[in-house]
């Protein structure tokens, strides 16, 4: 048996958008004629230094030195260049109404503070699979061997069939005393009443495959609110552009629903209307966009695969036996396929499909994800008894 598949894909070209590049040496800083040293710059010292304080009248630093600081190697202070190679000191304690200042030709005397690395905290993700379905895929050809069975019996000592089971074809299996295999279910060949067995003692014929359970998050509907701009996801392949914000597929977005036929993007603290093409939403409640494809079956497409744990779906949707997921990878502009298998309540990884490039010309708005169809072979999970 086969199945259509379809798959969307963006037609309309992504908006190109090109940042100047900027070159910049960490280890070094301006020399003092520079603009940079007009407002203040957090620095270090990389020797010991003297400075002198003086006191301040009407916002300017008089010549009179009240006294000598020794600014010591690795301090950390604030500068900015007064003139000549006079330099002005914040950040060091001193007397009120006075500052520091020190006489420095060059730049050499301090370097920028070295930037922490910040790095935002993970997002603890986890897959959820169903762990109690022994599921595996044949890694290469296989030979099996079909023998009678009678009242629960296997009859070994006559083989009455003989096959083989191709790479990547999915199976269930059981290991029987012996150390040998036998298939118990899935993409098996035909018999009639008996049991294909492996002469194979070793199991790398045989991966086990994750059976992925569909995410337990849920908002109550893809559909924007018609009232005020609420969190939404951006929901088209093609990127949408508005100055430096580049939006891609599945990125956060506020959104409303105008009319039938507009929608609202508050993008960079501006609202934007958006014209809907192809009943084709620009932006969606959930981060899972939910199809109904030429196949009658239902089509979602998602940065995550069903188990991922950062998967949002509308709450109006229960998956059906066929239906197919889209995992979309923007970089690559291809799609990990899963289909649902409702015999194991979970969703089976069927390959990796690239959809054909098309030209088109640049645009800003009006983009649409477009159905495609294509043959991959069985859905079909069976188990032998």
Same mark, same amino acid.
């Given at each position: 048996?086969?199945?259509?598949?379809?798959?969307?894909?963006?037609?309309?070209?992504?908006?190109?958008?090109?940042?100047?590049?900027?070159?910049?040496?960490?280890?070094?800083?301006?020399?003092?004629?520079?603009?940079?040293?007009?407002?203040?710059?957090?620095?270090?010292?990389?020797?010991?230094?003297?400075?002198?304080?003086?006191?301040?009248?009407?916002?300017?630093?008089?010549?009179?030195?009240?006294?000598?600081?020794?600014?010591?190697?690795?301090?950390?202070?604030?500068? =900015?260049?007064? %003139?000549?190679?006079?330099? *002005?000191? $914040?950040?060091? !304690?001193?007397? #009120?109404? @006075? /500052?520091? &200042?020190?006489?420095?030709?060059?730049? =050499?005397?301090? %370097?920028?503070?070295?930037? *922490?690395? $910040?790095?935002? !905290?993970?997002? #603890?993700? @986890? /897959?959820? &699979?169903?762990?109690?379905?022994?599921?595996?895929?044949?890694?290469?050809?296989?030979?099996?061997?079909?023998?009678?069975?009678?009242?629960?019996?296997?009859?070994?000592?006559?083989?009455?069939?003989?096959?083989?089971?191709?790479?990547?074809?999915?199976?269930?299996?059981?290991?029987?005393?012996?150390?040998?295999?036998?298939?118990?279910?899935?993409?098996?060949?035909?018999?009639?009443?008996?049991?294909?067995?492996?002469?194979?003692?070793?199991?790398?014929?045989?991966?086990?495959?994750?059976?992925?359970?569909?995410?337990?998050?849920?908002?109550?509907?893809?559909?924007?609110?018609?009232?005020?701009?609420?969190?939404?996801?951006?929901?088209?392949?093609?990127?949408?552009?508005?100055?430096?914000?580049?939006?891609?597929?599945?990125?956060?977005?506020?959104?409303?629903?105008?009319?039938?036929?507009?929608?609202?993007?508050?993008?960079?603290?501006?609202?934007?209307?958006?014209?809907?093409?192809?009943?084709?939403?620009?932006?969606?409640?959930?981060?899972?966009?939910?199809?109904?494809?030429?196949?009658?079956?239902?089509?979602?497409?998602?940065?995550?695969?069903?188990?991922?744990?950062?998967?949002?779906?509308?709450?109006?949707?229960?998956?059906?036996?066929?239906?197919?997921?889209?995992?979309?990878?923007?970089?690559?502009?291809?799609?990990?396929?899963?289909?649902?298998?409702?015999?194991?309540?979970?969703?089976?990884?069927?390959?990796?499909?690239?959809?054909?490039?098309?030209?088109?010309?640049?645009?800003?708005?009006?983009?649409?994800?477009?159905?495609?169809?294509?043959?991959?072979?069985?859905?079909?999970?069976?188990?032998?008894?």
């Amino acid at each position: 048996m086969k199945f259509q598949k379809s798959i969307m894909t963006a037609l309309a070209g992504a908006v190109l958008i090109t940042t100047p590049a900027v070159a910049a040496n960490a280890s070094s800083l301006p020399s003092k004629s520079s603009s940079y040293w007009n407002k203040a710059g957090v620095v270090t010292t990389t020797k010991k230094i003297e400075a002198t304080e003086h006191k301040v009248v009407k916002k300017k630093i008089s010549k009179k030195v009240l006294k000598k600081v020794n600014i010591k190697k690795g301090a950390k202070i604030s500068v =900015t260049h007064v %003139k000549g190679n006079v330099w *002005k000191i $914040t950040g060091i !304690k001193t007397a #009120k109404n @006075t /500052v520091l &200042t020190t006489s420095q030709a060059k730049t =050499t005397w301090m %370097k920028q503070v070295a930037k *922490k690395n $910040t790095a935002k !905290k993970a997002t #603890k993700v @986890t /897959v959820n &699979t169903n762990k109690n379905v022994p599921l595996y895929a044949v890694t290469k050809k296989t030979t099996v061997y079909g023998y009678a069975v009678k009242n629960n019996t296997i009859q070994s000592k006559k083989i009455i069939k003989k096959s083989t089971i191709a790479k990547n074809q999915v199976i269930l299996v059981r290991k029987l005393n012996n150390g040998q295999w036998m298939l118990i279910g899935g993409s098996v060949p035909e018999i009639k009443n008996g049991i294909w067995i492996t002469k194979t003692t070793k199991s790398n014929w045989i991966k086990r495959v994750p059976v992925y359970t569909t995410s337990k998050k849920t908002v109550p509907t893809n559909d924007l609110s018609t009232k005020a701009a609420n969190d939404a996801y951006y929901a088209l392949n093609a990127p949408i552009s508005t100055g430096k914000t580049v939006l891609k597929f599945g990125d956060s977005v506020k959104a409303m629903k105008i009319d039938d036929s507009n929608e609202m993007l508050v993008i960079g603290g501006k609202s934007y209307k958006v014209t809907i093409n192809n009943n084709q939403p620009y932006a969606i409640t959930s981060n899972t966009l939910v199809l109904k494809l030429a196949n009658g079956n239902t089509g979602l497409q998602s940065l995550y695969n069903p188990g991922d744990s950062r998967v949002i779906l509308p709450k109006t949707y229960t998956p059906s036996n066929g239906d197919q997921w889209f995992q979309y990878n923007p970089k690559q502009s291809n799609y990990k396929v899963y289909v649902y298998a409702s015999s194991l309540e979970g969703w089976l990884y069927r390959e990796v499909y690239t959809p054909k490039q098309t030209t088109t010309n640049n645009t800003n708005s009006n983009t649409t994800n477009n159905n495609q169809e294509k043959d991959t072979g069985n859905t079909n999970t069976t188990t032998s008894k």
